[in-house]
């Protein structure tokens, strides 16, 4: 069966330093794909990044950057120069072969000013 | 791209009653739909899967004579809470799946339940 673990249940960092969110899963199929979505307070997902199983490239877009690792099974996600904006629950979610998406627990992420 | 809309975006209802939610995939054909739930400070537990033209398929736990879901066309699925009681009340989330590749999913922007 599949699972995502999101060991970091909330972080708090001063704004412009770096942080790492966690996410290792689990799961038997050979073609999957990994997702990352954030939340803000008004609820609605906001869709960050698709990774297939296939593809173990490293992944930057701006100040977002993605580290897959299928030997830990970890797709951790790394926000660099954090700003106030960033502030929200953040979601590493699972899907095996197109099916449907399982999420984490999400890890709440305070930015303070 | 590709947008998905949810109906109402929020709703109050007293207990008893039932509330219909409509998801629309609004620029693509969706043969599959995914209702999700998700109460405060927790994460989002997929709560069925909906195929157009057949039953849903709901996830252990879930009651399927308590929310109904509706497939009815590419581009709509519904669920209806029947019944409606106090912990029902949570927010809920749908997404649509489109027909052929790359299968992306899209989520809608919620439902948020209050039953009272």
């Known amino acids: 069966a599949q699972k995502v673990t999101q060991a970091q249940t909330e972080i708090s960092v001063v704004e412009k330093e770096d942080v790492t969110l966690d996410c290792v899963y689990e799961?038997?199929?050979?073609?999957?794909?990994l997702f990352w979505y954030k939340q803000p307070p008004s609820g609605e997902l906001v869709f960050l990044i698709r990774?297939?199983?296939?593809?173990?490239q490293n992944e930057i877009s701006g100040r977002y950057s993605w580290n897959f690792q299928k030997s830990t099974s970890s797709f951790n996600f790394t926000i660099t120069a954090s700003q106030v904006v960033d502030s929200a629950v953040y979601f590493c979610?699972?899907?095996?072969?197109?099916?449907?998406?399982?999420f984490g627990k999400g890890t709440r992420l305070h930015i303070l000013p | 791209g590709a947008v998905v809309s949810q109906h109402p975006s929020w709703v109050i209802c007293k207990s008893g009653t039932s509330v219909k939610i409509e998801c629309r995939s609004l620029?693509?054909?969706?043969?599959?739909m995914f209702w999700y739930r998700q109460f405060p400070k927790q994460s989002l537990m997929l709560m069925a899967t909906?195929?157009?033209?057949?039953?849903?398929?709901?996830e252990q736990g879930v009651e399927k004579d308590k929310f109904l879901i509706n497939h009815a066309s590419l581009t709509l699925s519904t669920l209806t809470v029947t019944s409606a009681h106090p912990e029902d009340s949570s927010f809920y989330i749908c997404?649509?799946?489109?027909?052929?590749?790359?299968?992306?999913?899209?989520f809608g922007p919620g439902t948020r339940l209050t039953v009272t």
């Open positions: 620029d693509f054909q969706a043969t599959t």
């Open positions: 990774r297939n199983s296939f593809d173990e």
């Open positions: 979610a699972l899907s095996e072969r197109d099916d449907k998406i399982i």
């Open positions: 909906s195929n157009e033209g057949s039953k849903a398929t709901y």
């Open positions: 799961t038997r199929d050979t073609t999957y794909y």
């Open positions: 997404s649509a799946r489109q027909a052929g590749e790359p299968y992306e999913q899209y």
